[in-house]
T-cell receptor
């Protein structure tokens, strides 16, 4: 299940199930989006990216969906594994030299054995 | 080889002290950043430098002073530390954002600052 509030939103999924992590981005002009994974004690690591001229992009076990109409981004992880447990962030930017990535609030993914 | 390396990884200090965090990248990137991550994991940009030139300063108190001696290094000096400065500070780098194509941020492992 998913919980929101003062704490970091958490999504708990059973190992082997698919996970869907959602993100609402802030700037309708943003044209490039990245999903990052942050494991405990480490820096965020790149997972997958998508430009605004696409609505779907697939990687290895991951798919990013972009809905510009409602400024929504999602990350789908197929066959979730224990190693997927981490905090996931979406980031947005404008590829015209703003030098600024804006990060979403993050979602903690817990994979249950 | 670590692409973006920060030192120290942990820093515990008293209020009022001055401290520095160093960052180096060996990726040949033109742009470097400092981000602050609070206890709720929220990542907020503080500064961005492109080829040693300050590009972004996100209304950070002037107790924080970044310094970029060359494009591979971006250090963060903090004067008169306050309790609210306790956080994890991440250095990151990317290709020049003005270049054609998308430029992914590569992060360091973070420096956890605790102010007592």
């Amino acid at each position: 299940g998913e919980s929101v509030g003062l704490h970091l939103p958490t999504l708990s999924v059973q190992e082997g199930d698919n996970s869907i992590i959602n993100c609402a981005y802030s700037n309708s002009a943003s044209d490039y989006f990245i999903w990052y994974k942050q494991e405990s004690g480490k820096g965020p690591q790149f997972i997958i990216d998508i430009r605004s001229n696409m609505d779907k992009r697939q990687g290895q076990r991951v798919t990013v969906l972009l809905n510009k109409t409602v400024k929504h981004l999602s990350l789908q992880i197929a066959a979730t594994q224990p190693g997927d447990s981490a905090v996931y962030f979406c980031a947005e930017t404008l590829l015209s030299g703003t030098y600024k990535y804006i990060f979403g609030t993050g979602t903690r993914l817990k994979v249950l054995a | 080889d670590t692409a973006v390396s920060q030192t120290p990884k942990y820093l515990v200090t008293q209020m009022g002290n001055d401290k520095s965090i160093k960052c180096e990248q060996n990726l040949g990137h033109d742009t470097m950043y400092w981000y602050k991550q609070d206890s709720k994991k929220f990542l907020k940009i503080m500064f961005s430098y492109n080829n040693k030139e300050l590009i972004i300063n996100e209304t950070v108190p002037n107790r924080f002073s970044p310094k970029s001696p060359d494009k591979a290094h971006l250090n963060l000096h903090i004067n008169s530390l306050e309790l609210g400065d306790s956080a994890v500070y991440f250095c990151a780098s990317s290709q020049d954002m003005r270049r054609e194509g998308a430029n992914v941020l590569t992060f360091g492992a973070g420096s956890r600052l605790t102010v007592l």
